[in-house]
């Protein structure tokens, strides 16, 4: 039997780094992307096939996937400094909205290039424009912001669009709030909405086994937030965590 072929882009990241073996053990063929070449050995150790590829260099990233032909793409793809350093996120807000639109158009390109047309893309659950609590998947983003917020949520916008609305791609968008745990800025929970990265990297596997299409808040049930859609339509709750003895 042909194992499903997934391209994990971004799979040394905070969420990427857990996903990764989640897929292994999920019986998936993960090829990994990294933009540095001494972590390869670290995915290798993972059973992760490792993709030296930045997202910035349209040309590698699309020979790199129709190599591949991936049946699904993930995009964990992002662009912060360690622990969320407050002296570089200025310049860092940039480069990640950059990931976010131009990367992700890169990818999107690469992909149906490559003859694949599903993509899981990771998003935020903090972009939405002021409205009624709890905030759900069909409210507005906050585009029209100022300053470091507006540069933030509409590299948003522009990766949600490409996920949701290019033809030939099936997409779906997964709504992180303020990550913690292993691998993160904070071992214990903070802002809002807040969600462990373990069962972050569960709701992109669950995208992909479930199928789900479409936009689903990702983050822990508070009154900011409503989480019902990802419980209803992936099976997905808060306390998900790795190892993860349903995939025994």
């Known amino acids: 039997m042909t194992q499903t072929k997934i391209f994990l882009a971004g799979a040394t990241g905070a969420i990427g780094s857990v996903l990764a073996p989640l897929l292994v053990d999920a019986g998936y063929a993960v090829y990994g992307s990294?933009?540095?070449?001494?972590?390869?050995?670290?995915?290798?150790?993972?059973?992760?096939?490792?993709?030296?590829?930045?997202?910035?260099?349209?040309?590698?990233?699309?020979?790199?996937?129709?190599?591949?032909?991936?049946?699904?793409?993930?995009?964990?793809?992002?662009?912060?400094?360690?622990?969320?350093?407050?002296?570089?996120?200025?310049?860092?807000?940039?480069?990640?909205?950059?990931?976010?639109?131009?990367?992700?158009?890169?990818?999107?390109?690469?992909?149906?290039?490559?003859?694949?047309?599903?993509?899981?893309?990771?998003?935020?659950?903090?972009?939405?424009?002021?409205?009624?609590?709890?905030?759900?998947?069909?409210?507005?983003?906050?585009?029209?912001?100022?300053?470091?917020?507006?540069?933030?949520?509409?590299?948003?916008?522009?990766?949600?669009?490409?996920?949701?609305?290019?033809?030939?791609?099936?997409?779906?968008?997964l709504r992180y709030g303020q990550l913690y745990g292993p691998g993160t800025s904070t071992p214990t929970p903070r802002g809002a909405t807040p969600v462990h990265v373990e069962a972050a990297a569960w709701a992109a596997l669950l995208a992909v086994q479930r199928d789900g299409h479409g936009i689903y808040n990702i983050a822990e049930e508070s009154p900011e937030l409503s989480t019902e859609k990802a419980g209803r339509e992936l099976g997905w709750h808060a306390a998900l965590r790795w190892p993860a003895e349903v995939l025994k």
């Open 34 to 173: 990294t933009r540095r070449a001494e972590r390869a050995s670290a995915l290798e150790a993972q059973d992760v096939a490792p993709v030296v590829v930045d997202v910035f260099d349209a040309a590698a990233l699309a020979s790199a996937l129709k190599r591949i032909a991936p049946d699904v793409v993930i995009h964990q793809l992002t662009d912060l400094p360690r622990d969320l350093d407050p002296a570089r996120m200025a310049e860092a807000v940039v480069r990640n909205a950059r990931v976010r639109s131009e990367g992700t158009r890169n990818l999107v390109a690469g992909s149906l290039a490559a003859g694949c047309g599903r993509l899981i893309a990771q998003s935020i659950a903090w972009a939405y424009a002021p409205g009624p609590k709890p905030l759900k998947e069909e409210q507005p983003l906050d585009v029209t912001a100022d300053d470091a917020r507006g540069i933030t949520v509409r590299g948003v916008a522009a990766l949600e669009a490409l996920a949701l609305d290019t033809p030939g791609l099936t997409g779906t968008v």
